[in-house]
C-alpha cells in the first residue's frame, strides 16, 4: 500500500513538472505580449506582471503591422487546402479501401514514403513549376499545401473506410445506388469522424506552414501569418512584444478549434487506430 502510495506520489509530481514545463513557454508569450520593449531585457524581465502593461503591441501588430490580413489569408487558403485534401483524399481512400488491384500495398507504402519525404525537398520543384505557370504570389499555392496535407489525409481514411461493413454497400447496390451514391449517402456519414479529424488536422497543418508560403509568395498582400511573423523585426531591432503579441492573436483561432472539437478529433484518431 505504501509503496503503491509513494508510486502515485511520484507520479503526479512527475506529471506536474511536466506540465509546468510544457505550458511555461505559452505562459511567457502571453505575459511578455503586454510589456513595453524596454521590459522584455534587464532587470524587469524576471516580473510576471510588468511593471508598466500596454495593449500598444496588440494595437500595432493588428492595425499597422497587416497582421489582420494576414490572418484572413491564412484562413482563405487554409480553408480552401481543407475542401480540397477531404474531397481528393476520400475518392483516393475509397479506391484503396474497396478495390482489389495489383500493387496496393506498394502503393500504401509510397503515400506513407511521400508523408515523410523532408519539405525542403519538394520546395524546389514546386517553385519552379509555379514560376513556369506564372502561379507566384496568389491563392494558388494551396495546391502546394497538398504536398504536405494530403497522404497523411489518405492514410487517416483508408483506416477509417475499413471500418465500414461490406454488407451496408451490398444491401445499397441492390438497391440500385450507384459507387459515387455509395461513397457519399452510405460511406461518407458512417466514417464522418476520421473524416471531420482529417479536416482539422489538415487546416491546421496549412495554418501553421510557413516554408512554402514564404517562398511562393513574396508579395505582402497575399502572405499568411506564419510569413508577417517572420517580418516583425528592422535591420538591427527584433520586436519581441510585438511578436509575442502576434503570436497570441494568431493562436487564438487554431486553439478554439481544438478545444471545441477535442472529443471528435480524439475520437477520430483512436477510431481509425482499431483494425478489426
Known amino acids: 500500500m505504501s509503496k503503491n502510495k509513494a508510486f502515485n506520489t511520484i507520479s503526479w509530481i512527475f506529471i506536474v513538472v511536466f506540465l509546468l514545463i510544457t505550458v511555461f513557454p505559452f505562459f511567457w508569450i502571453l505575459i511578455s505580449s503586454f510589456k513595453p520593449e524596454s521590459e522584455i531585457f534587464g532587470a524587469n524581465s524576471y ?3 510588468a511593471e508598466n502593461p500596454t495593449l500598444e503591441n496588440y494595437r500595432v501588430v493588428i492595425m499597422e503591422k497587416g497582421m489582420l490580413r494576414a490572418i484572413g489569408n491564412s484562413f482563405i487558403m487554409s480553408a480552401v487546402t481543407t475542401f480540397y485534401v477531404v474531397v481528393v483524399a476520400s475518392m483516393s481512400a475509397y479506391i484503396i479501401s474497396r478495390f482489389k488491384f495489383k500493387g496496393k500495398s506498394l502503393l500504401m507504402g509510397l503515400i506513407l514514403a511521400v508523408a515523410m519525404f523532408p519539405q ?6 514546386i517553385f519552379n513549376m509555379f514560376y513556369k505557370a506564372n502561379l507566384l504570389n496568389s491563392y494558388w499555392v494551396c495546391l502546394a499545401y497538398s504536398t504536405i496535407t494530403l497522404p497523411s489525409a489518405v492514410w487517416i481514411m483508408v483506416a477509417h473506410f475499413n471500418q465500414v461493413p461490406l454488407a451496408l454497400e451490398e444491401a445499397a447496390k441492390i438497391d440500385g445506388c450507384s459507387t459515387w451514391g455509395m461513397l457519399w449517402k ?3 456519414p458512417i466514417a464522418a469522424p476520421g473524416v471531420f479529424t482529417t479536416a482539422i488536422m489538415s487546416f491546421i497543418a496549412a495554418w501553421n506552414e510557413y516554408l512554402l508560403s514564404c517562398t511562393l509568395n513574396i508579395d ?3 502572405q499568411t501569418v506564419p510569413v508577417r511573423l517572420s517580418y516583425l523585426k528592422d ?3 527584433i520586436f519581441w512584444s510585438q511578436i509575442a503579441a502576434a503570436t497570441v492573436v494568431v493562436v487564438i ?3 478554439l478549434i481544438v478545444l471545441l472539437f ?3 478529433i480524439v475520437a477520430g484518431i483512436s477510431n481509425g487506430a482499431v483494425k478489426e
Open 262 to 264: 477535442q472529443k471528435q
Open 186 to 188: 452510405i460511406i461518407f
Open 235 to 237: 535591420q538591427f531591432t
Open 120 to 125: 525542403m525537398i519538394v520546395v524546389g520543384p
Open 47 to 49: 516580473r510576471i506582471i
Open 253 to 255: 483561432p487554431t486553439l
Open 220 to 222: 505582402e498582400k497575399i
